[in-house]
């Protein structure tokens, strides 16, 4: 219980100073396998951690792409656009690293 947020609740933290272990806290709640302690740190850590908001939409559009790709064998193009929005270059660049390079030039 030594964990507090510091600043207001209002306030965008733009740095998290815990990312990896928040990013395996992502992980784990996109998986399904996060604990209970696990979700409730999400909750809290989701609406004003900046870089964890990022990340989890990164690894959930990713997921979903991913997911999609095994599904149908190619990406809708609402997939894409929604990608596209929520993510930026940066995430388009990781799917294109993590699907293949023929998918990926369909984006543009
Ligand atoms: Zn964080």
Redesign the pocket.
Known sequence: MSEEVKGDKGEM?HN?E??DR?MQMIQAVLDGSATQEELEHFKT?IKH?L??IEGYELEKSIKEAVNSKIDKKCCPDATIKRIKASVGLAGIVALALLLNSSWFERLF
């Open positions: 933290k998290c815990n990312h928040c850590e951690c870089p964890c």
